[in-house]
């Protein structure tokens, strides 16, 4: 399968602990985002990166969240401090930007994450 | 602000019948809009888009959706549902001098047999 994926797919952990998401992307795709979904909203954009560089961050990105993309290809995402706020879907796409008209995004399945 | 409004929650339709989910947008620049598909216990999928050129798009699984810029409106339309098209569909917005996208709430499209 070369969709893609991220890992884990289920976390609990408990309020106070740190967690870490990983996102693998298609593998000729240099453009990855990262959204949350909450029940009965749609994604909501959190950050995007060009190969190994983070252009775009969301307001709603506190300073617990951080993302890096190290080498341009996966990606992970830290929540420090977890809230029960943070449980959520969080979902990471990617995309092509070789040919300048396709800005389609990909999606993986998400990782769930839920804070007791 | 980039926003997207999708004004139904839930759509019924008869299977066989056309169907139509609402989208309307704000942007400051040139609008880059999409629709996708989330089927239960699956990651979203892309279905089509509208970046220039032709305002009636043609997407995957027969799905076509038309560009208003008067209207800021960019409809998904079907000419004949199936039940199989039961799912939640999303319509998003990138405006075209960031990189963020905005998604709308979600509409349930409900195709009845």
């Known amino acids: 399968d070369t969709g893609v994926s991220q890992d884990p797919r289920h976390k609990i952990t408990k309020r106070g602990q740190n967690v870490t998401f990983r996102c693998d992307p298609i593998?000729?795709?240099?453009?990855l985002y990262w959204y949350r979904q909450t029940l009965g909203q749609g994604p909501e954009f959190l950050t995007y990166?060009?190969?190994?560089?983070?252009?775009?961050k969301s307001r709603l990105l506190s300073d617990r969240f951080s993302a890096e993309r190290p080498k341009g290809s996966f990606s992970t995402l830290e929540i420090q401090r977890t809230e029960q706020g943070d449980s959520a879907m969080y979902l990471c796409?990617?995309?092509?930007?070789?040919?300048?008209?396709?800005?389609?995004?990909?999606f993986g399945p998400g990782t769930r994450l839920t804070v007791t | 602000a980039q926003s997207v409004a999708q004004p139904e929650d839930q759509v019924n339709v008869a299977e066989g019948n056309p169907l139509t989910v609402k989208c309307t947008y704000s942007?400051?620049?040139?609008?880059?809009l999409f629709w996708y598909v989330q089927y239960p216990n699956r990651g979203l999928q892309f279905l089509l888009k509208?970046?220039?050129?032709?305002?009636l798009v043609k997407g995957s699984y027969g799905f076509e959706a038309e560009f208003n810029k008067s209207q800021t409106s960019f409809h998904l339309k079907k000419p004949s549902a199936l039940v199989s098209d039961s799912a939640l569909y999303f319509c998003?917005?990138?405006?075209?001098?960031?990189?963020?996208?905005?998604f709308g709430t979600g509409t349930r499209l409900k195709v009845l047999a």
């Open positions: 942007v400051s620049g040139n609008p880059y």
């Open positions: 509208y970046i220039t050129g032709d305002n």
């Open positions: 593998s000729e795709h240099n453009r």
């Open positions: 796409a990617s995309s092509d930007s070789t040919d300048r008209l396709i800005y389609e995004q990909y």
């Open positions: 998003a917005v990138r405006d075209g001098g960031t990189y963020k996208y905005i």
């Open positions: 990166f060009q190969n190994e560089a983070q252009l775009e």
